[in-house]
């Protein structure tokens, strides 16, 4: 009888224990830490839903209506026009699902990655823009330095240059066409 009552004396501590660290280890897990914020408003036209010097955090983001200018982490400066829905995966990648943008690309953020319904696109060091339609169709037309494009299903990519511009259908069919950057 004795050691039945040591041993669930032992097991009411271990609980004990186990309740008293749990808020240690939930507290220190990467979950339960702060989001950073991976990009800042630097402004917004004729939208009120952002104001200048706000932050935005990874995942998400529309906007219905006007133009919004932020700046990433990584020195990225987007141009987005609405209406537009993306994905900010981290500084380095986007989901861009619909809308028009124009990435400006430092040095340091070479390799900025955007992916839309029937495209990957990687920055080689320029400024570039990037419209989704609403089938998911794309284009990408380079304004100054280089990119590498190719439809989500192949593996080859096609690296293009200032003035080039490419559409990738919405079944991923990749089509030269004439560059208009005022387009965006």
Not at 61 to 82: I, S
Request: overall charge negative.
């Amino acid at each position: 009888a004795q050691n039945q009552k040591t041993s669930f004396n032992l097991v009411k501590w271990a609980a004990v224990a186990c309740l008293l660290l749990l808020p240690v280890f939930y507290f220190n897990s990467p979950s339960a830490v702060q989001a950073t914020p991976i990009a800042t408003i630097a402004k917004s036209i004729g939208t009120k839903k952002f104001t200048t010097h706000s932050q935005v955090f990874s995942g998400d983001f529309t906007l219905e209506k006007g133009y919004t200018e932020l700046t990433l982490t990584n020195g990225v400066r987007l141009t987005l026009e609405a209406p537009i829905k993306l994905d900010f995966k981290n500084p380095d990648l986007i989901h861009l699902y619909k809308g028009n943008l124009v990435a400006n690309v430092p040095e340091q953020a070479i390799g900025f990655t955007v992916l839309t319904p029937s495209s990957e696109i990687i920055d080689l060091g320029t400024e570039f823009a990037v419209g989704v339609s609403d089938t998911g169709a794309s284009e990408v037309h380079v304004m100054q330095g280089e990119v590498k494009a190719r439809p989500l299903k192949e593996q080859k990519f096609v690296n293009l240059y200032k003035d080039d511009a490419r559409a990738f259908s919405a079944e991923q069919q990749m089509s030269i066409i004439e560059s208009d950057p005022m387009r965006f």
